[in-house]
């Protein structure tokens, strides 16, 4: 049987600090080169992108979009100018490994009834643990007992992730420092390692939240060996610096970021190799709870390999939805027509979490929430659409009533629940505008589908 031709597809906005990894690893890959082809379509970049692929990477195909299609329309404008047997989609912000493309396509030939097939994402930095020690004492009215505040953690990485894993309470407002957390007695913190075989430092703000005078003691370990032993003082914000040897490297671990995503009743997706605790999110340590290849609900655009038959009988992402949940939307739509979404273990790509757009953002939150609720119209039962439509109208109902409560009580937060509220409220405006073309959508959907939509509710997860 011959190799499948590939295409893999690189939408591209101002991302020329991160192509230079992701096309280099491409080069790399393990696949028959002259049966896969790299396509870099982009989105209108100002910056030096057009100019660094010209140069660099001839070999790479361009489609100038001219301008923000965003990710679902710049990414179908390539998708429909190729003629592949495989369309794989890849973020400009990875670096896959040399057998990544081989161990994709591997997973969709020996399962044809495979329409979707998503990669191995892995955080791209490594991450080590610190144990921390500090004394405490507990406020008047506040039985939490407290120890040191941090009001930032500096890796040296712009995109590095801290965790605050144990031991630490909820982020607070300073009333002229900003965000900032307590540390309990005991804590653990997560660390991404920068590349590299050398030592490198890290920048703690720390402050001890007490009187002018006050003398605070924490000690830092790695692995049970102490290597940070400070008097943090008083009131004020200092900056620490911690050295990490070398040699730390050897207690890194690799950290998940997705493993299929996870689809709740509500609507909302998550990664699988995340979880939450106490309101925030967390990535899992990779210890090959992933290992194997298998059927999920939904597959993420970041690493994502469409088969052609899927796309000509599916359709491709909904051009309407701009970026967020138009992986899941299509994954949804896929099951309705019949098709399996796999995730393919072997198949590892290294991953900047959020490097080209920011979360919870007022536009993250307004596409999410009106992506989510888009979807769930389209895609699932009338009595699904209906609980997750009015649960959100009922939320968007409740914020406007805290609103106007502070406002009467002159509470100075009611600008921020304000603007939160102006979030949703653009939401439900759009979405109300926008229906007509969702009744088509869903129409055309009911009508080709091959599976029943309640066949699909055992796969949403609760909660969320």
């Given at each position: ?16 600090k991160y ?16 049966r ?6 982009d989105n209108?970049?100002s910056d ?10 001839p070999?790479?195909?361009i ?12 990414n ?5 100018a190729?003629?592949?047997?495989f369309v794989?989609l890849l973020n400009n912000?990875?670096a ?5 493309l ?5 997973t969709?030939?020996d399962?044809?009834e495979?329409?979707?097939?998503t990669?191995?994402?892995?955080m791209f930095y ?7 020690t500090?004394e405490?004492?507990?406020?008047q009215?506040?039985?939490r ?5 941090f009001f930032?953690v ?8 801290i965790?605050y894993?144990?031991g ?15 540390m ?11 590349p590299?075989?050398?030592?490198w ?7 001890a939240?007490?009187?002018t005078?006050?003398?605070i003691h924490?000690e830092?370990r790695?692995q049970g060996?102490?290597i ?5 003082q008083g ?10 040897p ?5 207690y ?8 299929g995503?996870i ?5 909302a ?8 605790k ?7 340590v990779?210890?090959?709870?992933y290992?194997?290849v298998e059927e999920v609900f939904?597959?993420?655009?970041a ?9 000509a009988?599916?359709?491709?992402l909904?051009?309407d939805?701009?970026?967020?949940y138009?992986?899941?939307?299509l ?7 019949g ?6 273990s ?8 959020c490097?080209?757009?920011?979360e ?9 929430e009106?992506?989510r609720?888009?979807?769930v ?6 009595v ?9 109208g ?12 502070k ?13 939160q509220?102006?979030?949703?409220l653009?939401v ?10 969702l009744?088509?959508k869903?129409?055309?959907i009911?009508?080709c589908?091959r599976?029943?939509?309640n ?5 949403f997860?609760?909660?969320d």
């Amino acid at each position: 049987m011959e190799t499948p031709l590939v295409s893999v597809i690189i939408l591209n906005y101002n991302g020329a600090k991160y192509l230079p990894v992701c096309l280099d690893a491409l080069h790399h890959q393990t696949y028959a080169q002259d049966r896969f082809e790299v396509i870099v379509a982009d989105n209108g970049s100002s910056d030096d992108s057009l100019s660094l692929l010209k140069e660099k990477y001839p070999w790479v195909k361009i489609i100038e979009n001219g301008r923000n299609l965003g990710f679902s329309r710049g990414n179908n404008a390539a998708i429909w100018a190729t003629n592949s047997d495989f369309v794989v989609l890849l973020n400009n912000d990875t670096a896959p490994s040399d057998d990544w493309l081989i161990n994709l396509v591997q997973t969709a030939l020996d399962h044809p009834e495979a329409g979707m097939v998503t990669s191995h994402l892995q955080m791209f930095y490594d991450e080590i643990e610190l144990e921390l020690t500090t004394e405490t004492f507990t406020p008047q009215n506040d039985p939490r007992q407290l120890g040191v505040q941090f009001f930032d953690v500096n890796s040296g990485l712009p995109h590095g992730v801290i965790q605050y894993l144990d031991g630490f309470y909820g982020w607070e407002t300073h009333p002229a420092c900003g965000r900032f957390r307590w540390m309990g007695k005991q804590a653990r913190l997560g660390l991404s390692v920068p590349p590299g075989n050398e030592a490198w430092e890290v920048q703690l703000d720390l402050s001890a939240g007490r009187d002018t005078g006050s003398s605070i003691h924490i000690e830092i370990r790695l692995q049970g060996n102490l290597i940070a032993d400070w008097q943090v003082q008083g009131k004020n914000i200092e900056t620490y610096h911690l050295t990490l040897p070398a040699t730390a490297r050897q207690y890194a671990h690799v950290l998940e970021q997705n493993a299929g995503s996870i689809v709740f009743r509500s609507g909302a997706g998550r990664d699988r190799g995340t979880y939450v605790k106490n309101n925030e999110l967390f990535f899992e340590v990779d210890s090959g709870q992933y290992g194997a290849v298998e059927e999920v609900f939904a597959g993420c655009g970041a690493a994502l390999l469409l088969r052609r038959a899927m796309l000509a009988e599916v359709g491709s992402l909904d051009d309407d939805f701009f970026m967020y949940y138009e992986d899941t939307d299509l994954s949804w739509r896929a099951r309705l027509y019949g098709w399996k979404v796999l995730y393919a273990s072997p198949a590892k790509v290294r991953h900047i979490h959020c490097g080209t757009t920011k979360e919870w953002s007022p536009n993250f939150i307004y596409l999410t929430e009106r992506n989510r609720l888009a979807m769930v119209f389209k895609n699932g039962t009338i009595v699904h659409a209906a609980r997750v439509w009015g649960g959100y109208g009922l939320k968007v109902a409740c914020e406007g009533f805290q609103v106007l409560k502070k406002l009467l009580t002159f509470q100075p937060s009611w600008r921020a629940y304000a603007r939160q509220l102006c979030t949703h409220l653009r939401v439900i405006l759009s979405l109300l505008c926008w229906l007509p073309s969702l009744l088509k959508k869903r129409h055309k959907i009911m009508r080709c589908k091959r599976i029943s939509p309640n066949q699909l509710q055992t796969w949403f997860a609760e909660g969320d």
